[in-house]
């Protein structure tokens, strides 16, 4: 199979496109995925954006107006929707702009996409996804920078992935739009244009499996999204000194691949979680959590969890900056688990 | 109602007789005990999911509230599995996972009764999309009462609904009241259909005690659908004989208010009509009638008989699989 | 000070009425909560209900109908209604039902109300209370059984109270009404008819402070909300093998004492954390993380979550009734963590 | 416009050249790298902002949107802290925690931009609950785009304001677009206001290019309010200059489009009429265009010199106590 360099905005779109050729059931909606209902765009063959950032761009081109649809600001309604589509046919794709925009229209995501299928004694079927943007960097302030996932995980009846590669971006995204649950697919703003060597077929990377990103063996750093680059950077450094650091990406959080996790904490003996998220009931503690109540007898030290504080986030440069985690403080944490 | 067949008046009233008994029975047995948690009864209000699923067939689809049973059995689930479920047996609708507030049958077109009010009008829209891009002719009808025309995702759906011309009815029950609510108190607008002209939709508002003109005006509305015109508001006034769920003391009822009501029902209204007409027998109603009481009964007996799940099934039906 | 015997309903909703008589800006909205527009109920001095489980009875009578007020089925606008009274000098009390509607409005609770403080750099304060229904029990299904309070503390701005008695029902909502940030104060359902001593005067329990509501020294059991009854059995029941276990109560999630918790895992070397919650991301995982990263040289074993499965609340007496933690299953945890 | 006073045709038209003054300049100054993150400009839409502030004291309240600097310079928040709060720094309105989209000055009255769609609705309700509790004559106007009128709590918001007949005017400010979409697709109602009828409340649309039309549409909702007679559902139709955010390269709009905008510019049909009708002077708004200018380099001044905040910043200001 070729290989190409794709950014990672290249290859989640190539993964939609792919799936949507694939099975004509596949639909997308979000706010001016499409580009309203711009004539003059449409005769061009053009459409305005293509998403906020660009992620949906040229797929209106392709797959029509009937299957990728741009939605007013009703989020409730569409992603709703997407629900009553799912449990009668279709398998829809909406996209949530912003993860910060969860608080307008959870109820649909939580107590209905997540629990039809339970509720009706497994008479339903809800094969959804939901992509969205999440994290800082952006200086977009407290209301459009969050990550939050922690609170999608906790909800039974919902997949969560957390892509941190051009070439996981395009699997994990096949994978959830095949998948028959509804998946919450977590976009970092700020990985959109890294890139990297992607497959040009259709593939998949099944959810529920984690990646050791790096091999190694003085202690394990489990890093999610985003922080997967400040992990491997921080593993770089560190290295100078002879510490010698695996890290974990779980790329899905719901499910978790514990087992991955576990065995590379039995093997190195330390742990450090690397989350973007606030640290109260998140990612980081549930999986220091996990360790602690399955490899307590394997723990040589504390765990260490670097995340971001329990404030909401900042918008100037001085001090986002600050609130994210960096690989400076991962160095940190790990030199601590080895202290 | 004159090109109403025989067959059809028939099926209208043993639906309306079957969802009375039915909910009738539920009250007693709660008060016995033998059903637990939140029932909320749709005694009083039989004309308006009759008069509504008298238009539609198995293929198309309605969206439920809490206040389901009437719904359910207007949509032709079996009460047998009804009766099971509020039990919390085995053989429910839902396996026991979901009771009164999630009887569903997606097979038949119910997507399911509903504990958040408001929610049914964005999974409308959703089988009205897949309706739409798959090219069917399948028609969606959402049932929401009064208070919900106050939550957000009603607005937010019938926008939508109007935008994408998709093939929703909204379907107000407007029983006068929110629990103790009333209408009067939390609705601003004079009437609920007047909504429809925010989103430019046809609207308006009937008898909801009378199940022909319920059935005319969704005839209506469905035929509109059906052409993909869109969607159509229509608000059916009516009144709920029971609390707002079993244990309501409904001191906020007056007596002349349930005096008026009594007055009104539709079973009543709908014999009187058909016999004055004499479109059907009094013999004819009464085998209904027996057929009906019938029907609970052995429902009610299957529940009584059947086993509850297995401890292990609170594990299950969470996910298709979860690696 | 004389002290009764009073509901856990009762002390809640006095608690309500001595903050409503010592501060006119004190206000309170709900569903139901005074009976709607009923004339005839007003001239008998009556309500309907006083809420759907009876919390706020008698209140419209002593504080009229412009304090004390009935709300359409509008969460989002009463309860961001109340975010932007108490913005502005007053402060509401909102109930929210069922915590599990908080999907239809959280935007409100979790965007505005609680970063409005830290997005204007400080120049805003929104002293308000969340009263909201929680927990299994009472057969109410997927959508009317959940405790969710971990979603609730993972969000910076927020401050969470779980009460468990009757004493605390009523400290811990004057200490929340006082309170000059939002407070989400949890009910659980099935503790309203338990009853307790509680002092007659105006008392607080001021957020952030623990109970220890058995001293014990071979195990510390952290146990949330109505979880504390079922320790304090699990307790009785351990103590005829003389296992002597420590019931902690945490009252408020965030802020959470830590340092109580912490000095009692100092103190037995043994955790289990008991927590009616979704085990992802939970309080449960939130504090046996905090034990592992801070008295991680102090665990003699791997501690032990005792909370739901990760599955929506069944419907069915058969299934709900092994869904909801038990005495039994914290007996055998404690045994467990012992071992 | 009769009555209007001299002085206040003067404010009108300093507010207006100020708004437009402030907003130029952080275009230039996002492009030039200056300000970073999510920057919406409201050039083109002065004549509402600031025909709507005209009707209020600094005891009455306003929520604002994401587009929200004319609303703070209407309302009187101090140009320099805005500028220093869109590059960040320690002497911006919220010490440059909160960034354009969240510009607030509760003393003035200012209660928030807000990055959230349509959140400003269910606030406005609690601005005006509070004066209504109080007694105050105090009202709240309520912006909100034509995109926001889609958004669930704007309809939760007017339907309880109308009920509870709380003092709050509901300001749509319909510039034809939600960021690329334009308002004919998303929205099923002829007029936004329209959707008053859905509240029993007074509602119509105003050209949101005329300052006059919009104060004296404002001047008749807010008096209104302030009789205790509840909400009224004002429309604005306008335009935006600049693309939605910094950065939109506006390909949705058409030439045309732009020209007629142009041609529409609110603060230059001001000037025509001011002149045409010797209300003010050549030289009294020459006077007043300088003062803008110079107003707006100091603040750009002020922004620049001033110190970014200090880390330990970050942990403040998220509780007034967490023990
Ligand atoms: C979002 C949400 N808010 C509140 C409730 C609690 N609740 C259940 S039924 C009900 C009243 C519903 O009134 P209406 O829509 O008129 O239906 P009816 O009961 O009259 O059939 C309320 C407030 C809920 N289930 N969901
Ligand atoms: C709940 C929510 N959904 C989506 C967005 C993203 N968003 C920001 S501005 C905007 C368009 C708003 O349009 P309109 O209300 O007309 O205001 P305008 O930008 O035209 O002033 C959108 C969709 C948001 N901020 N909040
Ligand atoms: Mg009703
Ligand atoms: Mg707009």
Sequence with gaps: MTTRTLTFREAFNEAIRLEMRRDPTVILMGEDIAGGAMTHLEAKGEEAWGGDLGLTKGLVQEFGRSRVRDTPISESAFIGAAVGAASTGLRPIAELMFVDF????????????????????????????????????????????????????????????????????????????????????????????????????????????AEVARQGKDATVVAIGRMRLFALEAAQELAKDGIDVEVVDPQSLSPLDESTILESVK???????????????????????????????????????????????PFSPALEDVYIPSPAKIVEAVRAVLA | MAEMTKDRLLWIYERMRLIREFEDRAAQLFAEGKIPGFVHLYAGEEAIGVGVCANLTDRDFITSTHRGHGHCIAKGVDPKEMMAELYGKATGSCHGKGGSMHIADVDRGMLGANGIIGAGGPLACGSGLMAKIKGTDQVTVCFFGDGAAEQGTMHESMNLAAIWKLPVVFLCENNGYAQTTPAHYHCAA????????????????????????????????????????????????GFRYYGHFQGDNMSYFTEEEKAQNRARDPIDAFRKRVLERGLLSEKELADIDARAKQTIDEAVAFAEQSPYPAPEAVLTDVYVSYA
């Design chain 1, 102 to 209: 969860f608080g307008v229209c959870f109820d649909q995501i939580y107590n209905q996409g997540a629990k039809l299928r339970y509720m009706f004694g497994g008479k339903a079927k809800v094969p959804m996804v939901v992509e969205t943007l999440i994290g800082g960097g952006f200086r977009a302030a407290g209301q459009h920078s969050q990550c939050l996932y922690s609170i999608f995980t906790h909800i039974p009846g919902l997949k969560t992935v957390v892509p941190s590669t051009p070439y996981n971006a395009k699997g994990l995204m096949s994978g959830a739009i095949r998948d028959d649950d509804p998946v919450i697919y977590f976009v970092h703003k700020v990985l959109l244009d890294t890139s990297g060597p992607v497959p040009e077929d259709n593939y998949v990377i099944p959810l529920g499996k």
């Design chain 2, 190 to 237: 004079k009437d609920i259909s007047d909504r429809a002209t925010a989103y430019n939709i046809p609207g308006f508002s009937v008898d909801g005690t009378d199940v022909f003109a319920v059935y005319e005006a969704v005839s209506e509305a469905v035929a509109r659908a059906r052409r993909g015109e869109g969607p159509t508001l229509i608000e059916c006034k």
């Design chain 1, 267 to 313: 093997k190195t003996h330390r742990l450090v979680v690397v989350d973007e998220d606030n640290p109260l009931c998140s990612m980081a503690s549930e999986i220091i959590s996990l360790a602690a109540r399955n490899a307590f007898g394997y723990l040589d030290s504390a765990p260490q969890a670097v995340t971001a504080p329990h404030t909401p986030v």
